[in-house]
């Protein structure tokens, strides 16, 4: 195993980059500006743009963040990769004018593209490169009069989104064998599932870090960065007003985890999980899906979760192109992809 918790550096061109973006306005992410990602009324529906996503991450990609004309913008660097922008497009309050669009965003698409462009260039880039497009606004993007648009997309980096039911059901590609170990973890009498709370929040670093000494810190980060650095971050910003989680134990010892948070219009994130046994964080996602997101409730029916607006998916995140968890997430049950992808601009010849 490598160095436990690498911290990824960044090279001369980007912290000449960055440093050039910092003069143009933007400020460095850190666990102080989650409250102002919190409560950004924004429209993205993926989890790349959550605000939570947004904030821990920053410890491996050196984030910056801005407001421009109400919409938040974010610039990722990461592993020598060329620094790319995000866009998570603001939502205004709703006004009594008469046809007034309250989900219109306070800049065009135009204006912003054109403000972050001169941005970018101004800190030594060759193009703008936009990253998370939901597929759903991939034309108005690739529209964008005035300048060469060109796509990028990999399979390697849709979200797997599940109905809370598909997955208590067992729907879908599940195979054979992943339901007959499930159901052995389902029938054993010394599993024990605890709720996460502020005071108890920190054994997930515990478990966390017994999961990575299985690990190579080098091959873990060159996916996505360091997770366990992530988790630090999620531990000083996890509130249980706004975050849930659950702990699992097998014979009075912990074995793995889960941290999720709920959003707009009954959307759940996982952020986080783990388990110290085989299979046990499919157990974990199954318990997640049946006892706290509502999926084994009849349709109207009644139940915990009656008072709360009805969660309408889980999103699972990426599989980041490892096979292993690719497969996992394929044949866990009936899921949609919310695919996203980079669009690279450069002005049109004059």
């Not at 972050?116 to 991939?138: N, Q």
């Not at 729907?171 to 709720?195: A, Q, V, Y």
């Not at 990426?318 to 899921?335: A, P, S, T, V």
Request: hydrophobic content about 35%; some cysteine.
């Amino acid at each position: 195993m490598g160095e436990f918790g690498i911290q990824l550096q960044l090279n001369n061109r980007d912290r000449g980059v960055r440093e050039k973006l910092l003069r143009q306005g933007f400020l460095p992410v850190g666990r102080e500006t989650y409250p102002l990602f919190r409560d950004f009324k924004g429209s993205s529906l993926l989890s790349e743009l959550s605000p939570a996503v947004s904030t821990f991450w920053t410890g491996s990609f050196h984030e910056l963040y801005r407001f421009i004309g109400g919409d938040l913008v974010t610039v990722f660097f990461f592993n020598g990769m060329d620094p790319y922008f995000e866009i998570n497009r603001s939502r205004k309050d709703p006004s009594p004018a008469a046809g007034s669009d309250p989900a219109a965003p306070l800049f065009s698409l135009k204006d912003l593209v054109d403000v972050l462009y001169g941005i970018a260039l101004g800190a030594g880039l060759p193009s703008l490169r936009v990253y998370a497009v939901e597929e759903r606004f991939l034309e108005e993007y690739r529209a964008v009069p005035g300048y060469e648009v060109a796509v990028e997309y990999s399979d390697d980096h849709s979200e797997y989104v599940y109905k809370p039911a598909d997955i208590v059901n067992l729907s879908g590609g599940i195979n054979h064998k992943k339901h007959t170990h499930l159901n052995k973890l389902l029938g054993r009498e010394d599993i024990e599932i605890k709720p996460m709370n502020n005071d108890n929040r920190r054994l997930f670093l515990d478990i966390e870090r017994e999961w990575c000494a299985f690990q190579d810190c080098a091959i873990c980060s060159a996916f996505a960065g360091c997770e366990y650095k992530a988790l630090e971050i999620m531990a000083d910003i996890y509130d249980d007003k706004y975050f849930r989680g659950l702990f699992g134990y097998v014979e009075g010892n912990a074995a793995g985890y889960l941290i999720w948070e709920r959003r707009e219009e009954g959307r759940v994130y996982l952020h986080f999980g783990k388990g110290l046994i085989r299979n046990f964080f499919a157990y974990l996602i199954y318990i997640l899906a049946r006892d706290e997101l509502g999926g084994a409730l009849p349709a109207g029916g009644s139940g915990t979760l009656s008072a709360c607006p009805p969660v309408v998916s889980l999103n699972l995140n990426e599989d980041m192109g490892k096979e292993g968890l690719r497969q996992f997430k394929k044949h866990l049950g009936i899921y949609e992809h919310y695919r996203k992808y980079l669009c690279m601009y450069k002005k049109c010849p004059a």
